[in-house]
């Protein structure tokens, strides 16, 4: 008789099921795929519009190595390699970031992201091995595990590749684990904006075509948590899981079209999606 797998939790303050070794491969994965792709670009590619309005694929890449260079900063005690103003405005802050890297070459920005790529490996790799126990401040004004704070920055290179990809005609595909990562720090973060207020959603997700078909958001006093659920049934809200990620973070249709609902709960998952955008 079989046995169903053990569920897997994505916590604020306790990180991942196993401890970080998880985020670790899924940066491993997105990185190699991402760098690999891009070297490979005809350069036509890189003046391509994509998903994001005012950016051409290489703009994209550029943010992707900005974000790159604030995780090295964070890892390792260093200040940003280029001006940050408190405090963050997601519609503002990355493109006044951008203005540093001003007439870079393409080949100038894919080398500095290499090298920051390979720096970062080594930066996870250390923290993995001490593992500090004390929160950090997260990037949606919460305290959170330090690998929390990283699969930020991977969810963020996550999305963006499909903002490229997406807008050539493409849909990028990734490895179970690291979509499982992607997905559940994407539901972890449209949960947080609810919690500044105290207002946490409490909800289970079905979404077609992810690792583990149902996902349950919750908290455990002011920590959210995004646990996998088995058996699959019963879900209050469902939707096919790319285009559910993108919805919660600001892309194609409102996450109530999505989930074809307007359960209250929608309207608190909402919220990432109108602060970021």
Known sequence: MGHDPSPVVLGEREGMTGGPGAVLAAFRSQRHRFLTTVAAW???????????????????VRHVRDVAALHVARLGGASAPFEVKEPFSPPTSPLEWLTASAGQTPEETLHELELLVEEE???????AGVDPPRPVAGQLRRQVHWSVASA?????????????????????SCPEGEFRVALMYGLLAAAAPGGWEGRYAHTTVALEGSPDGVYEITHVGDSIRVTTVSPPNGAELSGPAGEVLDSLAGRGPLPREVFASSAAVVDRLTVLREVAT
């Open 152 to 172: 930020h920055t991977l969810w963020d290179a996550w999305m963006h590749e499909r903002d490229i990809f997406l807008a050539m005609g493409r849909e990028p």
């Open 42 to 60: 005809e350069p036509s590619a890189w003046h391509a519009p994509t998903r994001c309005a005012l950016w051409s694929a290489h703009d994209v």
């Open 121 to 127: 490996a080594r930066l996870l790799e250390h923290r």
